[in-house]
């Protein structure tokens, strides 16, 4: 393995050009027949072997003028890509999963225009087409998937051409130092519903993210920073603790009323001195309750 890849590195010169413009020189061009090139060549070979045997003069002039035809057809085709400029530019980010886009500027300083160019990156299924006029520039852009968020580098990208006829199909290999900024899909949650406004002039829902208008429900895409962290501790702990001030207060209420139930002649023994003596907020709890009941026996006494 280590054999094939040092030899497609050297003979495709498989490593990054960097960021500078390339210019395609006659030893980054490739050429080779295509479909239709091995079955033209094959009816060419056919009509030269009836030729021959027949002996018919005019049949060898069709068979040398259609190969010459051939002939200048692949000289056409190496100079339709031979000297061209490629500048790398620009791209744009984009979220995980769309299409990157990788900008392109080839510029051709030929009084020719250059025709039937295309360009594909890596493995990808799709091609772009373009064209530049002579001593022109053209912008093209490169697509390619994104499928995981970071730095998206563009792959190794074949610019080739089968122009004129069609017969041969000449190539080049690109590998500009090109990369991508791809961010993390967002997720698909919905916008927070308006909220009816106060006045008239007022309009809520769609504010700055400094500017306060009331708490609602967190959104998954909402920052940390936004958050109401003492507002909702609060809210939680309210829940937790309705049951537990709920069975604080029918404990509170049940030794009031059994403090209210025994009478004066538990009040009046129940003084706040003695009751004192006991530290902490069960003390004075108990105080406060003698307290109270005193009062309200008093009222009771004076009561006609």
């Given at each position: 393995?280590?054999?094939?890849?040092?030899?497609?590195?050297?003979?495709f010169?498989?490593?990054?050009?960097g960021?500078?413009?390339?210019?395609?020189?006659q030893r980054?061009?490739?050429?080779?027949p295509?479909?239709?090139?091995l079955?033209?060549?094959?009816?060419?070979?056919?009509?030269?072997?009836?030729?021959?045997?027949?002996?018919?003069?005019?049949?060898?002039?069709?068979?040398?003028?259609?190969?010459?035809?051939?002939?200048?057809g692949?000289?056409?085709?190496?100079?339709?890509?031979?000297?061209?400029?490629?500048?790398?530019g620009?791209c744009?980010?984009?979220?995980?999963?769309?299409?990157?886009?990788?900008p392109?500027?080839?510029?051709?300083?030929?009084?020719?225009?250059?025709?039937a160019?295309?360009?594909?990156?890596?493995?990808e299924?799709?091609?772009?087409?373009?064209?530049v006029?002579a001593?022109?520039?053209?912008?093209?852009?490169?697509?390619?998937?994104s499928?995981?968020?970071?730095?998206?580098?563009?792959?190794r990208?074949?610019?080739?051409?089968?122009y004129?006829?069609?017969?041969?199909?000449?190539?080049s290999?690109?590998?500009?130092?090109m990369?991508?900024?791809?961010?993390?899909q967002?997720?698909?949650?919905?916008?927070?519903p308006q909220?009816?406004?106060?006045?008239t002039?007022?309009?809520h829902?769609?504010?700055g993210?400094?500017?306060f208008?009331?708490f609602?429900?967190?959104?998954?895409?909402?920052s940390?920073?936004?958050?109401?962290?003492?507002?909702?501790a609060r809210?939680?702990?309210?829940v937790?603790?309705q049951?537990?001030?709920?069975?604080?207060?029918?404990?509170?209420?049940?030794?009031?009323?059994?403090?209210?139930?025994?009478?004066?002649?538990?009040?009046?023994?129940c003084?706040p001195?003695?009751?004192?003596?006991?530290?902490?907020?069960?003390?004075?709890?108990?105080?406060s309750?003698?307290t109270g009941?005193g009062?309200?026996?008093?009222?009771?006494q004076?009561?006609p």
């Amino acid at each position: 393995m280590g054999i094939i890849a040092d030899l497609k590195r050297r003979l495709f010169r498989w490593q990054s050009d960097g960021t500078a413009p390339l210019r395609l020189a006659q030893r980054r061009i490739f050429i080779l027949p295509t479909r239709a090139g091995l079955l033209f060549a094959a009816a060419l070979l056919a009509m030269l072997t009836g030729a021959i045997n027949y002996n018919l003069a005019l049949g060898h002039a069709l068979v040398f003028l259609l190969a010459g035809l051939a002939l200048v057809g692949m000289v056409h085709a190496f100079r339709n890509l031979h000297g061209l400029v490629i500048t790398p530019g620009r791209c744009d980010p984009v979220f995980a999963g769309e299409v990157a886009h990788f900008p392109l500027y080839l510029t051709s300083e030929r009084g020719a225009p250059r025709l039937a160019l295309e360009l594909r990156a890596g493995d990808e299924s799709r091609s772009v087409a373009t064209a530049v006029a002579a001593r022109g520039l053209s912008e093209v852009a490169v697509p390619v998937a994104s499928l995981r968020r970071g730095w998206l580098d563009l792959p190794r990208t074949r610019l080739a051409t089968t122009y004129p006829l069609g017969l041969f199909v000449a190539w080049s290999y690109l590998q500009p130092a090109m990369r991508c900024l791809v961010y993390p899909q967002p997720l698909a949650t919905p916008l927070p519903p308006q909220q009816p406004a106060t006045r008239t002039g007022d309009h809520h829902g769609d504010g700055g993210q400094e500017d306060f208008a009331g708490f609602r429900e967190r959104q998954p895409a909402d920052s940390p920073r936004h958050v109401a962290w003492k507002a909702s501790a609060r809210r939680r702990a309210s829940v937790a603790g309705q049951a537990v001030r709920r069975r604080r207060a029918d404990r509170t209420a049940a030794r009031l009323v059994a403090d209210t139930a025994d009478g004066p002649a538990r009040s009046a023994h129940c003084h706040p001195r003695r009751l004192g003596n006991g530290g902490g907020s069960r003390g004075r709890l108990l105080r406060s309750t003698a307290t109270g009941a005193g009062n309200l026996t008093g009222q009771r006494q004076s009561a006609p």
